[in-house]
């Protein structure tokens, strides 16, 4: 056994646990708090598993799960970056890319390009996996943003028209999806819990 | 589209939000509070993706990340039994079978018995892909307990046997990873994160 591949993995692995310390804009479906990114990365792999059949085409759905495990991975030293402000997106980017270079190279060469890779193919959103992965990441947020009554939302000025626009991709990895996510939408205007 | 289906997929979705409120004995790495029962599925999913080489046998990893991904969807009626409390863990089968009948019938049935045969499968510990997802789950939670030197076990009164008993079946997934968790006991002992 190679002693020192083994360590890589396990120093990767604790550090990855501080992920959970990343919150998020959005909150828990009981509103007592802000969720965090470990947890929604759980929440979005398991709904990615039950709603595979909804993929807009041919999909291998572990793949989209792994790509899901690690997608917020960058968060740890890049922050959760709120895709409605617009100050905070211009250098996103730079910043994510960054965190990868870092975090990613703790593990052996081989299992950095792999995650790497997964990386790279969630953000470009080219694949059928990939669009179906961001498509579970976007919903997810609409839906928890919704059950919250907008809390988030109205606490941010955020608009339908800003929501639908943020969250047309979604419509690229699953349309039936996108057509559920444009209902919600519908029905947190009638409600109130955004502004048109 | 069925949308009876899609309804029952979505309040599936929805319900198991709730797992992010249950808290594990184990704390987090930077030992600010408890780790929940979300944030530790998604941890030990993506240890499953990066640990996979040292599995005893030849396994099919999708499978163990499907297999952590709901194996602790249970604890949201039955609640975090601690592993080291013989009375809570005399009712645990019943308390966690009911919560199975009523959570995962929330979906429909084709995918209720996918994930019921999952779940019975990663708590049957027979086959090679449960073995090693079993692996996953109690190596995480010593390194975790390692790591914050020893405070739960110290608060509890679990002595390095105890631990070794417990942890015991890593050998079936993994004997590297029973290895390297043996390692981890004897360190503990010499630097009185645990009593003999």
Chains 1, 2 share one sequence.
């Not at 917020?72 to 270079?101: F, M, P, S």
């Amino acid at each position: 056994m190679d002693i020192q591949r083994l360590d890589k993995q396990i120093t990767f692995s604790l550090e990855i646990d501080k992920l959970t310390g990343v919150l998020r804009r959005t909150l828990l479906l009981d509103g007592s708090r802000h969720e965090n990114s470990a947890e929604h990365s759980w929440h979005i792999s398991v709904m990615a598993m039950l709603l595979s059949e909804y993929a807009a085409e041919s999909i291998d759905v572990s793949r989209v799960i792994q790509m899901l495990l690690i997608h917020d991975l960058v968060e740890i030293d890049a922050g959760d970056t709120y895709c409605y402000d617009a100050k905070a997106n211009l250098d996103k980017a730079e910043r994510e890319l960054q965190a990868a270079e870092r975090i990613f190279k703790i593990l052996p060469a081989d299992q950095a390009r792999l995650v790497r890779e997964l990386w790279d193919e969630f953000e470009d959103r080219q694949t059928p996996e990939s669009k179906f992965a961001n498509s579970m990441d976007r919903l997810q947020a609409m839906m928890h943003n919704y059950h919250t009554q907008g809390r988030q939302w109205r606490k941010h000025g955020v608009t339908s028209q800003m929501v639908l626009a943020r969250n047309a991709p979604i419509a690229e990895g699953s349309p039936v999806l996108w057509e559920y996510a444009r209902k919600l939408v519908e029905s947190a205007l009638e409600k109130g819990y955004l502004d048109s």
